[in-house]
């Protein structure tokens, strides 16, 4: 039988302290697809993922993973199948050496000598980290970016399925951002990508969810949500840049033309 790497049905989930962060999730994707997951500071998208490997186990409603509901007795498999890679890389190196590290997932799933040697360089050389020199580094004495990057080979060096990302450019520079969106779109894998990154979210899915006070409020095209400046501020986005309209154009079409003509001498003269 064909199964959807992710099934999310009727899933609901309150922190112990009372904090409701997910209320009536449905959410379906399919083999290969690409899906950012968006909404402002504290509309569950953390808690999301987190349902996605089983870190967070479902109070109400299900998650199923390929062929396994998501509950303790199917962990191990759940995350061979489900990489996550936290927001926060200090929240995931925790050996010594780069090459350790980024050893230890596949180690721990039982690879050795060379077939783990290969898959570890593998992943380096994916996410563009000079193994020679890079792999005898000490994990905390990189930078934020680094770090991201070292990460992110952990996760691709236990070859998952799906790939679950929080904030995958945050901490980047803006060349190591490019390499990244690059590195994410030659993937085969299915990615569910949260950011605030619109932008990047733009690039690299067709589809998009927007999570709002822990329910979706939208799923389906990224282009047409993009484009619906009132919907995104209606839930505390901002439109991407590469969509942002002059508002003043649109707002106050003549204080707009006013202060162009007083600028096109300027420009002009350059
Ligand atoms: N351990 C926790 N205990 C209690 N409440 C929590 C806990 N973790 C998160 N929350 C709350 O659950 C809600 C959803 O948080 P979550 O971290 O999933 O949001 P997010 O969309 O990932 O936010 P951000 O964009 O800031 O990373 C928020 O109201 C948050 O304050």
């Keep these: 039988m064909h199964h959807n790497p992710v099934t999310i049905t009727n899933l609901s989930y309150t922190y112990p302290d009372g904090t409701q962060a997910l209320m009536g999730i449905n959410l379906f994707i399919k083999p290969g697809e690409r899906v950012a997951l968006i909404g402002a500071n504290g509309s569950g998208k953390s808690t ?7 870190i967070i186990l479902p ?47 596949p180690m721990n799933l039982g690879l050795r000598d060379r077939e783990l040697k290969e898959q570890v360089l593998q992943a380096m050389v994916a996410v563009d980290i000079d193994p020679e020199w890079y792999g005898q580094r000490n994990t905390d004495n990189l930078s934020g970016g680094e770090k991201k990057r070292v990460a992110i080979a952990g996760v691709l060096a236990m070859k998952p399925q799906v790939l679950v990302f929080d904030e ?8 190591s951002r490019r390499q990244l969106i690059d590195l994410l779109q030659t993937l085969p894998l299915t990615q569910l990508i949260a950011t605030h990154d619109l932008d990047l979210a733009l690039e690299l899915c067709s589809r998009t969810v927007v999570l709002s006070r822990g329910q979706i409020v939208f799923d389906g095209q990224t282009e047409k949500v993009m484009n619906d400046s009132e919907f995104l501020r209606a839930h505390a986005l901002e439109p991407p840049l590469s969509y942002s309209r002059p508002y003043c154009c649109i707002e106050h079409a003549p204080s707009y033309q006013s202060r162009a003509s007083i600028q096109q001498p300027v420009v002009k003269n350059l």
């Design 48 to 54: 999301l993922q987190y349902h996605l490997n089983g």
């Design 168 to 175: 995958p450019s945050a901490q980047l520079d803006p060349r």
């Design 59 to 105: 109070q109400e409603g299900e998650v199923i993973i390929g062929e396994w509901v998501v509950k303790p007795e199917n962990l191990r498999e759940i995350r061979n199948f489900v990489g996550l890679v936290f927001q926060n890389p200090d929240n995931q190196l925790f050996m010594p050496t780069v090459w350790e590290d980024v050893a230890f997932g």
